[in-house]
T-cell receptor, first 111, second 113 residues
Framework: DSGVTQTPKHLITATGQRVTLRCSPR?????VYWYQQSLDQGLQFLIQ???????AKGNILERFSAQQFPDLHSELNLSSLELGDSALYFC??????????FGEGSRLTVL | GESVGLHLPTLSVQEGDNSIINCAYS??????FIWYKQESGKGPQFIID?????DKRQGQRVTVLLNKTVKHLSLQIAATQPGDSAVYFC????????????FGSGTRLLVRP
């Protein structure tokens, strides 16, 4: 158990819909990362927050947004969903860069 | 658990043999490299890291080698065990963006009993 909690574990929705994925980091970790893992793209870095502030952005679509709240939990919002958004979405937290602790992921299926 | 189902290069080794997993990284300015292991249905797990001012680092049954000249990273696993079966990713932190951790494409390791 990494100590990082992600909900929901599985989510099935339709194209055009909007979903929110939630992440609770390890106790004491200030940094939260979001990654997307799909069949042909491996682990793609989306965005990173540190103590509530966005610090780095990857190839995150404009339809996607995220935030980190004062209690350090984070949410990833995916809107106007397309079939290609079906993937595993991982959250990770850390105290130091590099040694990330990953949750078990949220599997999103868009039909 | 669920399989990620990635279309990855696969390394098949006999239990007890040593495994070598290779990774070519892209950014010559990266100064920190990490290996992660991802078992089926789970998130990636940190294995070992190495800074660019080193060329070798050893952990428990694992060794990471860094060749900056050819931008190559390798992970050696001694006496490979069935529990080592997983997908292995190398990752790098670019020196110009210390908040990003960029993952490589991964290698699937299968351990034959």
């Amino acid at each position: 158990d990494s100590g990082v909690t992600q909900t929901p574990k599985h989510l099935i929705t339709a194209t055009g819909q909007r979903v929110t994925l939630r992440c609770s980091p390890r106790s004491g970790d200030l940094s939260v990362y979001w990654y997307q893992q799909s069949l042909d793209q491996g682990l793609q870095f989306l965005i990173q927050y540190y103590n509530g502030e966005e610090r780095a952005k990857g190839n995150i679509l404009e339809r996607f947004s995220a935030q980190q709240f004062p209690d350090l939990h984070s949410e990833l919002n995916l809107s106007s969903l397309e079939l290609g958004d079906s993937a595993l979405y991982f959250c990770a937290s850390t105290l130091r860069a590099g040694e990330l602790f990953f949750g078990e992921g949220s599997r999103l299926t868009v039909l | 658990g669920e399989s990620v189902g990635l279309h990855l290069p696969t390394l098949s080794v006999q239990e007890g043999d040593n495994s070598i997993i290779n990774c070519a990284y892209s950014n010559s300015a990266s100064d920190y490299f990490i290996w992660y292991k991802q078992e089926s249905g789970k998130g990636p797990q940190f294995i070992i890291d190495i800074r660019s001012n080193m060329d070798k680092r050893q952990g428990q049954r694992v060794t990471v080698l860094l060749n900056k000249t050819v931008k190559h990273l390798s992970l050696q696993i001694a006496a490979t065990q069935p529990g080592d079966s997983a997908v292995y990713f190398c990752a790098e932190i670019p020196v110009d963006s210390s908040y990003k951790l960029i993952f490589g494409s991964g290698t699937r390791l299968l351990v034959r009993p």
